[in-house]
């Protein structure tokens, strides 16, 4: 079933700047309302610049959730309101010194008791029906939709695209950064590697575990294109809040030429005696001589025979802006890698991450200790110029830029977008039914 465009009446258009009718007015007040009251917002985080939204009407999942949830609201107003009034009325009119008989008894009243029973049972039976339409809604997965597998792990993300196999083989990947295409369902199929994480990015619909050895599918979606913040939502250890993400939704020609570009990539192939080249070699072999581990051995990258699956992919190192799963972001418009802030949080990351963030499995490369399958292991030793080879070599992992998914998509959240978001809301290109196919 198709879900994007329901109830879709409610966020498409453009408000004309000038001379708005009261009922465009009206729908503007209570947006702002609803972004004021519901759409709390949630810092979601010291290094983020992105703030996590709620009620963001842009999703057809999140538009068929709030039509149910009027009903649900409304029904549990009327009963609030109703079982207060019940309640104040018979302590008023039986209040002690007015009365000193006892008050009559409806004990044996059937008509009363049967109406006590069945009207919460029609109550709970609307409900129930309102909960199995929306479900029957939102559940099914179309063979047509884009098809996106989700891997968590303590303490970062996978994002890989099973149905798009790369020209230098293995699966199109890419870490702690989600690409989705606008205006259609998008199948995410969830699992974990360790323990039960939560995705959550609510812009972009509900939320759902991740569990070992279980795969789970269900659908998001979203109109607008943009940046969108997402975070772990299940305790699952020291650095569940630096579990974090970005969902980036691209209109769908954007979109397919992320994918072509993925689908055709290859890490480029260092310059001779480059930092690059030295970097490469580090990260294929690590430094033997210092026990310094190959990076190659956690992580992979496209084009080349780095295959490790235990870290992240690092493919599009160099085309991210986040870092460390979102516990550091370089959001700058250009050069987000080569600011001195960037160079230094990197080469501290690379140094040892254990120390900069609680729980990274990642070795050391200063020498020091770090957990190991939970024993105290002592890590290799790579020097200053040695991590800045490496730095240079995974910042050089690059798209090609006409397929760089952060260029001009504006980040919903952060304080720079607050100001603007509202005209962005606007659909840009015209709609896409028929899916990506
Ligand atoms: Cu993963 Cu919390």
């Known amino acids: 079933m198709n879900t994007k465009h329901r109830h879709s009446g409610q966020s498409q258009g453009t408000p004309p700047p000038h001379g708005r009718t009261p009922h465009q007015k009206l729908r503007r007040t209570l947006r702002t309302a609803l972004a004021a009251g519901l759409g709390v917002t949630l810092l979601s985080g010291c290094g983020s610049e992105q703030l996590i939204t709620f009620g963001d009407m842009a999703s057809g999942y999140n538009r068929e959730v709030a039509f149910m949830s009027i009903f649900a609201i409304a029904l549990s107003i009327i009963i609030f309101v109703g079982v207060s009034y019940a309640l104040f009325f018979t302590v008023n009119k039986f209040r002690e010194e007015k009365n000193t008989a006892e008050p009559a008894q409806f004990h044996g009243n059937n008509r009363l008791e049967i109406i006590l029973v069945v009207v919460p049972v029609i109550i709970v039976m609307f409900l ?33 695209y099973p149905e798009t196999k790369a020209d230098a083989g293995g699966t199109v990947a890419n870490g702690n950064e989600m690409i989705m295409p606008t205006r259609q369902d998008v199948a995410l199929t969830i699992t974990s590697g360790d323990v039960i994480h939560g995705f959550w990015a609510p812009n972009v619909g509900g939320q759902r575990a991740a569990m070992p050895a279980t795969l789970k599918t269900w659908n998001v979606d979203t109109d ?68 310094a581990l190959a990076c190659a051995a956690c992580h992979r990258v496209q084009g080349t025979p780095a295959a490790g699956a235990a870290g992240p992919d690092l493919s599009f190192f160099g085309t991210r802006r986040t870092l460390g799963a979102g516990m550091w972001e370089f959001m700058e418009a250009e050069n987000q890698w080569e600011t001195p802030r960037a160079k230094e949080i990197l080469h501290e990351w690379l140094k040892h991450s254990p ?58 959240g952060s304080p720079d977008a607050a100001q603007n978001a509202p005209a962005k809301i606007a659909k840009t290109s015209s709609p896409t039914p028929g899916g990506n196919q």
């Not at 772990?232 to 020291?238: P, V």
């Not at 979109?255 to 690059?276: G, H, I, M, V, W």
Request: aromatic share 10%.
């Open 224 to 291: 607008r294109a943009g940046v969108y913040q997402g975070n772990c939502s299940q305790l699952c250890g020291g650095s569940h809040a630096n579990m974090r993400y970005k969902v980036v939704a691209l209109d769908q020609e954007r979109y397919n030429t992320f994918l072509a570009a993925a689908k055709a990539y290859r890490a480029p192939e260092p310059a001779a005696d480059s930092a690059e080249a030295r970097g490469y070699a580090i990260f294929m072999q690590g430094k033997p001589a210092t026990g």
């Open 355 to 412: 120390q900069v963030k609680p729980g990274s499995l990642m070795p050391t490369y200063d020498g020091s200790e770090y957990l190991a399958g939970g024993k105290k292991v002592k890590g290799g030793v790579l020097t200053d110029e040695e991590l800045d080879d490496v730095a240079a070599y995974i910042r050089s992992l690059k798209l090609p830029e006409e397929a760089n998914y952060w260029n001009d998509t504006p980040v919903y």
């Open 128 to 160: 129930a029906i309102l909960t199995v339409r929306s479900m029957a809604i939102l559940n099914p997965v179309a063979d047509t939709s884009t098809k996106i597998d989700v891997l968590g792990r303590q303490f970062w993300w996978n994002f890989s």
